[in-house]
């Protein structure tokens, strides 16, 4: 059943506009504000100023001062988004502090009382999510420039230096490029509707070329992201309290909730992007590894609202596998399978990627993303499950 109407009715200005996607960035937030006006000015210095407030210990301290701040002032999308971003950086700093193990289990009133109406009001958790960190955390330097590395910056910062610069707009860029395929959606489900081989030979062809440049950005990811930093800093920052021993009962939001909540950090499975395409190339992640497709699905829950109605309006559109299979074309099939090879590759990339960045630094075999899986086990599972779906000729 159409879930409030099919993308394959739609234009691609509708979609845009009805989901919250933007046709330059996806699902990144368009040009960010970066201030917001008193008394909401607090959080931005606070988040502004994080590494030098946690490297002097005096983060914890300056959020205690805080007063309470309604949110009700906070009345746009934008306005609500940045402080929802900077309240998720001040959450983050407050827990985890210097890293080194003094964590606090319990986020004073002052700050989780406006943090938790304000998600509320966003439909986000309240702790730093994809959203905030990689879609609502950046800027251009010249407004008029290119959307490159070179030309852009982030709002906030953790420690360790330019890593939070590298990890974050590494994603991002990675995140428009791959969403540069959005628009030719409703060509690829007319195409469906109208059996034109043709049209849909063109979307698929482009779609493939759109994620093969996201593979090519997160390349990016070496020159500007030093492993052990990344290991041992930054990642602290974006660790969460669902399955993590430090906060076994999760975190208590004061003022807010009675009992401790468990939410699980910041990860690239929260990107709608890449779920985006599993849903348009008919991969469902359910085969095999039963975990890897319920962690999928729990984590659209740390997705913006827009963009999860999205995904549950593809799922209603027709299937593009399907119909591929039903033509039995070898050209038409090898431009499906070139954009499964596309997400395979990109998949293999990020396994090679978490290797890098967490397994070897960890100097052991296993260890938990920032999401709070297995992580080597949930993306080999990911990966090889995309890798099925390729079409093998009869």
């Not at 914890?60 to 007063?67: H, M, T, W, Y």
């Not at 852009?152 to 939070?164: E, V």
């Not at 009962?249 to 950090?265: C, M």
């Not at 499964?340 to 070897?360: C, P, T």
């Given at each position: 059943?159409?879930?409030?109407?099919?993308?394959?009715?739609?234009?691609?200005?509708?979609?845009?506009?009805?989901?919250?996607?933007?046709?330059?960035?996806?699902f990144a937030l368009?040009?960010?504000?970066?201030?917001?006006?008193?008394?909401?000015?607090?959080?931005?210095?606070?988040?502004?100023?994080?590494?030098?407030?946690?490297?002097?210990?005096?983060?914890?301290?300056?959020?205690?001062?805080?007063?309470?701040?309604?949110?009700?002032?906070?009345?746009?999308?934008?306005?609500?988004?940045?402080?929802?971003?900077?309240?998720?950086?001040?959450?983050m700093a407050y827990?985890?502090?210097?890293?080194?193990?003094?964590?606090?289990?319990?986020?004073?009133?002052?700050?989780?009382?406006?943090?938790?109406?304000?998600?509320?009001?966003?439909?986000?958790?309240?702790?730093?999510?994809?959203?905030?960190?990689?879609?609502?955390?950046?800027?251009?330097?010249?407004?008029?420039?290119?959307?490159?590395?070179?030309?852009?910056?982030?709002?906030?910062?953790?420690?360790?230096?330019?890593?939070?610069?590298?990890?974050?707009?590494?994603?991002?860029?990675?995140?428009?490029?791959?969403?540069?395929?959005?628009?030719?959606?409703?060509?690829?489900?007319?195409?469906?509707?109208?059996?034109?081989?043709?049209?849909?030979?063109?979307?698929?062809?482009?779609?493939?070329?759109?994620?093969?440049?996201?593979?090519?950005?997160?390349?990016?990811?070496?020159?500007?992201?030093?492993?052990?930093?990344?290991?041992?800093?930054?990642?602290?920052?974006?660790?969460?309290?669902?399955?993590?021993?430090?906060?076994?009962?999760?975190?208590?939001?004061?003022?807010?909730?009675?009992?401790?909540?468990?939410?699980?950090?910041?990860?690239?499975?929260?990107?709608?992007?890449?779920?985006?395409?599993?849903?348009?190339?008919?991969?469902?992640?359910?085969?095999?590894?039963?975990?890897?497709?319920?962690?999928?699905?729990e984590m659209r829950?740390?997705?913006?609202?827009?963009?999860?109605?999205?995904?549950?309006?593809?799922?209603?559109?027709?299937?593009?596998?399907?119909?591929?299979?039903?033509?039995?074309?070898?050209?038409?099939?090898?431009?499906?399978?070139?954009?499964?090879?596309?997400?395979?590759?990109?998949?293999?990339?990020?396994?090679?990627?978490?290797?890098?960045?967490?397994?070897?630094?960890?100097?052991?075999?296993?260890?938990?993303?920032?999401?709070?899986?297995?992580?080597?086990?949930?993306?080999?599972?990911?990966?090889?499950?995309?890798?099925?779906?390729?079409?093998?000729?009869?």
């Amino acid at each position: 059943m159409a879930h409030n109407g099919t993308p394959l009715m739609e234009s691609s200005q509708e979609i845009f506009e009805k989901y919250q996607i933007d046709e330059e960035v996806g699902f990144a937030l368009p040009n960010p504000l970066e201030e917001l006006p008193a008394p909401y000015d607090e959080w931005i210095s606070i988040a502004k100023n994080l590494p030098e407030l946690i490297d002097k210990n005096e983060l914890r301290e300056k959020v205690d001062q805080l007063k309470i701040h309604s949110t009700d002032a906070l009345k746009d999308h934008k306005s609500q988004r940045l402080a929802h971003l900077a309240l998720g950086y001040i959450t983050m700093a407050y827990v985890w502090n210097q890293g080194d193990g003094d964590v606090r289990k319990v986020l004073p009133k002052n700050i989780a009382v406006p943090y938790c109406e304000l998600s509320e009001k966003l439909g986000l958790p309240p702790i730093l999510v994809y959203a905030d960190c990689v879609l609502a955390n950046w800027k251009k330097k010249d407004p008029n420039g290119p959307m490159t590395y070179e030309n852009m910056d982030i709002l906030f910062w953790f420690p360790g230096g330019d890593c939070s610069k590298g990890f974050f707009l590494v994603s991002l860029l990675v995140e428009i490029a791959a969403a540069s395929a959005i628009k030719v959606i409703p060509d690829l489900f007319k195409a469906v509707k109208n059996e034109d081989q043709n049209a849909l030979q063109k979307a698929l062809c482009y779609i493939a070329s759109c994620l093969r440049q996201a593979h090519k950005e997160f390349e990016q990811i070496n020159d500007y992201v030093d492993p052990s930093t990344f290991f041992n800093v930054l990642r602290i920052y974006l660790s969460g309290w669902k399955g993590n021993s430090q906060l076994p009962e999760g975190l208590k939001y004061e003022g807010f909730w009675n009992t401790p909540q468990e939410f699980a950090g910041g990860s690239a499975a929260q990107s709608s992007i890449f779920q985006c395409f599993d849903v348009l190339l008919g991969i469902r992640q359910s085969s095999g590894e039963e975990s890897a497709s319920r962690f999928l699905q729990e984590m659209r829950k740390y997705m913006p609202p827009a963009h999860q109605e999205f995904l549950l309006s593809l799922e209603s559109g027709p299937s593009v596998r399907e119909f591929v299979l039903s033509k039995g074309d070898p050209k038409l099939r090898a431009d499906y399978n070139e954009c499964v090879k596309a997400m395979v590759s990109l998949r293999n990339y990020h396994l090679q990627i978490v290797a890098k960045y967490i397994v070897i630094p960890s100097n052991k075999q296993e260890n938990k993303g920032t999401g709070g899986t297995s992580v080597m086990t949930f993306l080999k599972s990911v990966r090889g499950t995309t890798e099925n779906f390729l079409l093998r000729d009869n």
